[in-house]
Nanobody
Framework: QVHLVESGGGSVEAGGSLTLSCAASGGASSPESMGWFRQVPRKQRGFVAAQYIDGDPTYYADSVRGRFTVSRDNAKNTLFLHMNSLKPEDTAMYYC?????????????????WGQGTQVTVSS
């Protein structure tokens, strides 16, 4: 089982930027699929971005495309989410997810490993 630890969350004003990190450990190698999801209270967890180990494919939710960029450092088993032009509606708990082998896609049910989450709060 892959162990994931997120960091980098915080509070920022609208229009600002944050970068989230997700460090993976416990696997024999870097997870092939890694992604970001987010959740607000009383709402279902939603897809944000996902990337395969070699960068192809990479997918983004429509709501973040053009503002967020996902990247990986496979040598360090770390996934990043660079968030720019943040909006109050981006406020959520952000979770990192991973699947050791194969492309997991956009469904959270395809990811067996999850981090504990990091809170992002964007004020207007």
């Amino acid at each position: 089982q892959v162990h994931l630890v997120e960091s980098g969350g915080g509070s920022v004003e609208a229009g600002g930027s944050l970068t989230l990190s997700c460090a993976a450990s416990g696997g024999a190698s870097s997870p092939e699929s890694m992604g970001w999801f987010r959740q607000v209270p009383r709402k279902q967890r939603g897809f944000v971005a996902a990337q395969y180990i070699d960068g192809d494919p990479t997918y983004y939710a429509d709501s973040v495309r053009g503002r967020f960029t996902v990247s990986r450092d496979n040598a360090k088993n770390t996934l990043f989410l660079h968030m720019n032009s943040l909006k109050p509606e981006d406020t959520a708990m952000y979770y990192c997810a991973a699947r050791a082998r194969g492309w997991a896609g956009l469904k959270d049910s395809n990811y067996p490993s999850w981090g504990q989450g990091t809170q992002v709060t964007v004020s207007s």
